[in-house]
């Protein structure tokens, strides 16, 4: 279907604000161990080990530092959540 110049510029305005505003959901959906742990309801030592091996878990290492820094997506919380439901 053709579209007119002023609908396509509409409605590619449109996606570019959608794509803006999910990059700054997506920034909001990691979350430190400290909040995986309580949405979990467990010690941060047991989201550690719940958690080191799982795809999307980042660690980020900064020169000089002893610890990295955790970042754990909101989804792999939810997917271990699930997981030990059942």
Do not use: F, H
Request: charged residues 35%; glycine residues 4%.
């Amino acid at each position: 279907m053709l579209r007119s110049p002023t609908e396509r510029e509409e409605r590619a305005t449109a996606l570019r604000e959608r794509l803006g505003a999910e990059q700054r959901e997506s920034e909001r959906d990691l979350l430190t161990m400290a909040e995986a742990a309580a949405a979990l309801k467990v010690s941060r030592p047991t989201a550690y080990r719940l958690l080191r091996n799982e795809p999307g878990v980042n660690l980020l290492r900064t020169p000089g530092s002893k610890r990295p820094i955790i970042r754990v997506e909101r989804s792999v919380v939810e997917r271990l959540l699930r997981r030990t439901a059942n």
